[in-house]
């Protein structure tokens, strides 16, 4: 069965940053796509930010236009971790942030940030002005 665990969320004052860590039960090559979402009470989930991980792509990144220069989504295969380095934190950053994976898809599902099967159970990250 495969599990994602997030961790490395917390509070901090705006301009801050955090580092976020999803530790996978198997290799990230092993994903096709995984990706970063949140979600604050009462609003949808949102995509922020994903990687192409499967062994036979490049590793391109999609981020979601709010986090754009200030997000960046990376791997560690090694030690089968997903990271998202956080910087310039804002108060609308504020949110569960959660680790999520798939193993088939598309170039289009990344980016777009759907087609994911696997999520783990979250990380709580609060931005204060």
């Known amino acids: 069965q495969v599990h994602l665990v997030e961790s490395g969320g917390g509070s901090v004052q705006a301009g801050g940053s955090l580092r976020l860590s999803c530790a996978a039960s198997?290799?990230?090559?092993?994903?096709?796509?995984m990706g970063w979402f949140r979600q604050v009470p009462g609003k949808e989930r949102e995509g922020v930010a994903s990687?192409?991980?499967?062994?036979?792509?490049?590793?391109?990144?999609y981020y979601t236009d709010s986090v754009k220069g200030r997000f960046s989504i990376s791997r560690d295969d090694a030690t089968h971790t997903l990271y998202l380095q956080m910087t310039s934190l804002k108060p609308g950053d504020t949110a569960m942030y959660y680790c999520?994976?798939?193993?088939?898809?598309?170039?289009?599902?990344?980016?777009?940030?759907?087609?994911?099967?696997?999520w783990g159970q979250g990380t709580q990250v609060s931005v204060s002005s």
């Open positions: 990687m192409i991980t499967g062994i036979t792509g490049d590793g391109t990144t």
């Open positions: 999520a994976g798939s193993f088939g898809g598309s170039p289009y599902g990344c980016s777009t940030f759907r087609e994911f099967h696997y």
């Open positions: 198997e290799s990230t090559t092993s994903f096709y796509c």
